[in-house]
């Protein structure tokens, strides 16, 4: 089944039992708190949190999503893309567990012929909250045997937005992929094996203080319950096109082919090379994506998140052995045309999303060739010198008069088996931006300006899913 088949079929089951299927808000959040849009619910968060009035009372989409919190996983993982597609049913104050959870149940167990997603019953296993005995009746009563319904904690199943709010518990649905795939005894001994498709959210509580994930205050229940659900679009496609993992479905494995094809690399040989190739075709999709809802590279903010994926999709084509070769134009091109399936308008976009990404591509490969001759001396002089950890003033180097970002030179570090002083180079950091602020208080120097992640974070609190470290590293 394709990729488009499969939003399609949700948002059909959905529509077909009341729900208004609302299209996909872009990537950038009008959410000031968010940089990108990370799950389906957040164009809809005004009315779960009863600050507008939903003009429906269920909705679903198929909402595009960016995770930078997952963008190391890339590639290692079987089940983690940086961009990907959230399909979700909504309930404002309307059905609550006890129809959300019949409602999951049918459409994956129902037969593909009549518009299901076909899943044998014994495959799937819930997971529900500690101490929610009612939806693990109503999924014992939908047909799951209790041996296949498992109890999580807080950190696993319980859901809020890290800030006073709404919260509840929440109930996941995962797809047994088979013993070789790794450990019997379902989702809580492995996550490999057992693939989590769907997450439903039962928003009935409001939190009045929240410290960390699992450390917060339950106020009392909202005046009403409300259903949040997420199922991965390119988990289900893996499964329903019997793959191993999202990376090689319909719309990534073309991209994949299409860089092993340009850097003559043959796929499923090598497992670092493979690793390398599934971050191109993810990266470039997540790129691509990004670009077309109007995010450019820069030196902060989201357009550092585009940035640092793009460029890892360059180097990674380096790693691959592209030398000098431009290779990101026909990558794009194949990327236009296989989400242009979905989204028609990258189509007509798409000359200035191949500028946006060539010009990058332009920049960073002159920024490499310098700085990765200096980055191999730096190396191999630790290594002369018995050392383990690059010197803080190296990094910095590469950093101030090269223009490598520091998780550039982190992760080439790594592949060499090296580690960064990278205390150090924050302290070379700061001691730099002091000093250019002593120096010059009325010139106003090019430092970006990062002022804009502190106040967010002050307003949000740790808001686990945003890797505002990376941007805030690399925006010094
Ligand atoms: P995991 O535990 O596998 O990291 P999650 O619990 O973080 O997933 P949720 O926040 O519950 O994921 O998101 C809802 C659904 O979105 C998941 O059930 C999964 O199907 C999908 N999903 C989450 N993260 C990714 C990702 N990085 N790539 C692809 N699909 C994802
Ligand atoms: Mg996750
Ligand atoms: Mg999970
Ligand atoms: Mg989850």
Redesign the pocket.
């Known amino acids: 089944m394709e990729s488009a088949e499969i939003a399609r079929r949700f948002l059909r089951f959905f529509e077909e039992r009341g729900h208004t299927v609302v299209p996909s808000a872009s990537l950038i959040a009008e959410d000031p708190t968010l940089l990108l849009v990370n ?2 619910m957040v164009p809809f968060k005004p009315y779960f949190l009863g600050q507008q009035k939903p003009p429906y009372k269920r909705a679903a989409s198929a909402q595009k ?1 960016v ?1 930078t ?2 963008i190391d ?2 590639g290692k ?1 079987t ?8 399909l979700g049913n909504f309930s404002f104050g309307d059905y609550f567990k006890e129809q959300a959870i019949p409602f999951a149940w049918e459409l994956l167990t129902r037969p593909e012929s009549e518009g299901g997603f076909g899943f044998p019953e014994d495959r799937l296993w819930a997971t529900v909250y500690l101490d929610d005995d009612e939806a693990a009746d109503i999924w014992r009563k939908a047909g799951v045997p209790q041996e296949r319904i498992q109890r999580r904690d807080l950190a ?1 199943n319980y ?1 809020h937005m890290g800030v006073p709010g709404p919260g509840g518990p ?1 109930s ?2 995962y797809y047994d992929r088979g013993p070789e795939y790794g450990r019997e005894g379902g989702p809580i001994a492995d ?1 490999n094996r057992y ?5 439903n ?1 039962f928003m009935q509580y409001q939190l009045s203080a929240v410290r960390t994930k699992i450390d917060f205050d339950i106020a009392g229940e909202l005046p009403a319950k409300s259903v949040d ?8 496609a893996a499964i329903l096109q019997g793959v191993d993992n ?1 990376y090689e479905i319909d719309t990534t494995y073309k991209i994949l082919d299409r860089a092993a094809d340009l850097t003559k690399t043959r796929y499923g040989r090598d497992e670092r090379a493979d690793v390398s190739l599934r971050v191109v075709a993810d990266h470039v999709r997540t790129g691509v994506m990004l670009v077309a809802d109007g995010v450019l590279p820069s030196n902060e903010g989201r357009g550092y998140v585009l940035r640092r994926i793009l460029r890892r999709a360059i180097r990674n084509l380096r790693l691959l052995g592209a030398g000098e070769e431009r290779y990101m134009h026909e990558l794009t091109a194949v990327t236009v045309e296989v989400m242009g399936e979905q989204y028609a308008e990258l189509k007509a976009d798409a000359p200035q999303i191949h500028g946006v990404i060539d010009a990058e591509e332009a920049s960073f490969l002159g920024t490499l060739r310098t700085g990765t001759a200096i980055f191999d001396v730096a190396a191999e002089e630790t290594k002369r010198k018995g050392r383990a950890t690059l010197a803080a003033d190296q990094a910095f180097q590469l950093h101030d008069t090269y223009g490598f970002p520091i998780d550039l030179t982190l992760e080439m570090a790594s592949e060499q088996g090296l580690q960064v002083d990278e205390e150090g180079f924050r302290r070379l950091m700061k001691e730099q931006r002091d000093r250019a602020k002593a120096d010059a208080a009325a010139k106003k120097t090019g430092n970006a300006d990062i002022s804009i992640f502190g106040t967010l974070l002050e307003k949000t609190g740790k808001v686990e ?1 945003l890797g505002y470290d990376h941007v805030t590293a690399e925006a010094e």
């Open positions: 799950a389906g999503v995770r919190l997952d996983e890339v993982t089940r983690h893309a940086s961009f990907f597609q959230m696993d859901w929440c996941e649905i996550e693939l989590e498709v769907w997450n959210v659900t997420g199922m991965g679009l390119e988990r289900m999202i899913f």
